[in-house]
């Protein structure tokens, strides 16, 4: 395998759960050396959460963990002893990069702040990824991504016209934004030190990134007053827009009309005699009788192969998807011929499913490089090659409970 582009920068991670461990997993699939800090006495939450291979529990069988930490290194480092520090100082001055999710004020609880670093690495990339940034009268405040899609306003705007909130689920912000927009400034930083040899402090408060992806919301209200609703897969401008049964028990096909053409394709596949009818002959009398329009959709789609009237209606330029559950999407033929699952040799789960990188780099490849670690299995690799121990010195601080 060809180096990934990041090959040479080197990450010592100490995310953990959602949004940070993706971030950091993007890295590490790009070809950078991440190691993630860890402890047997408070682990990653994601260690602890299901699903587990096999239905059995452990610190290193959770799929959750093993699917948002491929390519990293783990080292086992009980940062509650003293001597934690000085071992976790020595890695990050090898590093380019240091990066946290926690807490604003937890890292400089440690003697790990930011101008505690700068103290031995001026030129360190420092990336805090708290709930709210590391500013402002609510800094200090706690949650995940049920919250962030609660204070985003994202929250608001998904579910059904009077019904409640229903949101996207409750970690949308930790797996698509927050990751992201991390990753893209953890680049910007990294290509300035290159160029300038300065490092820099890189906040990103969570929920901006999920408030960035409302832009025309927001703007509506700023510009016309309007608040916008909640109503469901409907769309302000076209009609149909939903998702309609097909055949089989919980089975459905997500459809939009955009055009003229594409209304008149749809027609004449499922039941041409809704061209005559003058209600739903342009885009606008379609929305004002969506209810109906939806109801005859439905019968239409209720008795038809969900994958074959996919294709139908995909061959006539309509634009239509099958609503997939997991089987199906592990399955999906485009995304096997796109490459997006691999299979790695797990040291305890064996043979296990991996998602790829969401991009494919021709020249330099981003792809998982190893499994999700052990708790602490590179504990020794890390210590003989970053900080040039030998066996006798590793093997004290493991008795003295250092590296653990």
């Not at 919250?147 to 949101?167: F, V």
């Given at each position: 395998m060809r180096p990934g582009p990041l090959q040479g920068v080197k990450v010592t991670d100490f995310t953990w759960i959602g949004a940070g461990s993706f971030t950091t997993k993007l890295l590490a699939d790009l070809g950078a050396d991440v190691v993630k800090?860890?402890?047997a006495t408070r682990p990653d939450t994601l260690r602890l959460m299901p699903p587990f291979k096999d239905k059995i529990t452990g610190l290193n069988r959770s799929g959750y963990f093993a699917d948002r930490n491929t390519s990293k290194r783990s080292v086992a480092l009980n940062m509650k002893h003293p001597k934690a520090r000085a071992l976790a100082q020595q890695m990050i001055a090898q590093s380019h990069v240091v990066i946290n999710n926690f807490t604003p004020g937890v890292m400089a609880?440690?003697?790990?702040?930011?101008?505690?670093?700068?103290?031995?690495?001026?030129d360190i990339i420092f990336v805090a990824m708290s709930l709210l940034g590391a500013s402002g009268p609510e800094r200090d405040y706690l949650g995940y991504g049920h919250?962030?899609?609660?204070?985003?306003?994202?929250?608001?705007?998904?579910?059904?016209?009077?019904?409640?909130?229903?949101?996207?689920?409750t970690n949308y912000p930790d797996?698509?934004?927050n990751p992201t927009h991390a990753v893209f400034a953890l680049l910007a930083a990294l290509r300035h030190l290159r160029r300038t040899g300065e490092g820099q402090y890189v906040d990103v408060a969570q929920l901006e990134p999920a408030v960035a992806l409302l832009g025309p919301t927001l703007l509506e209200w700023t510009v016309n007053g309007v608040d916008r609703k909640r109503h469901g897969n409907a769309h302000e401008s076209c009609a149909p827009h939903g998702v309609y049964p097909t055949l089989g028990d919980d089975r459905w096909i997500a459809l939009a009309v955009t055009d003229a053409a594409q209304w008149q394709a749809l027609a004449a596949l499922l039941d041409p005699s809704w061209l005559a009818n003058p209600q739903w002959a342009d885009s606008e009398g379609r929305r004002r009788d969506a209810a109906a329009l939806d109801a005859a959709i439905s019968v239409a789609t209720a008795d038809r192969e969900g994958q074959a009237l996919m294709r139908e209606l995909q061959a006539r330029h309509v634009p239509a998807g099958v609503v997939q559950d997991s089987a199906d999407v592990i399955r999906d033929p485009q995304l096997v011929h796109r490459q997006q699952w691999v299979r790695l040799q797990h040291p305890e789960m064996g043979d296990s499913l991996y998602s790829a990188p969401p991009m494919h780099l021709s020249a330099t490849p981003a792809w998982p490089r190893r499994p999700a670690p052990l708790l602490g299995q590179h504990t020794r690799e890390v210590c003989h090659e970053w900080l040039a121990m030998d066996d006798a010195a590793i093997d004290q601080l493991i008795a003295e409970q250092v590296l653990v």
């Open positions: 800090l860890e402890t609880k440690f003697g790990l702040g930011y101008e505690d670093i700068c103290s031995f690495k001026p919250m962030i899609n609660a204070m985003s306003g994202l929250l608001r705007l998904s579910g059904h016209a009077g019904r409640e909130p229903t949101g996207t689920g797996h698509i934004p």
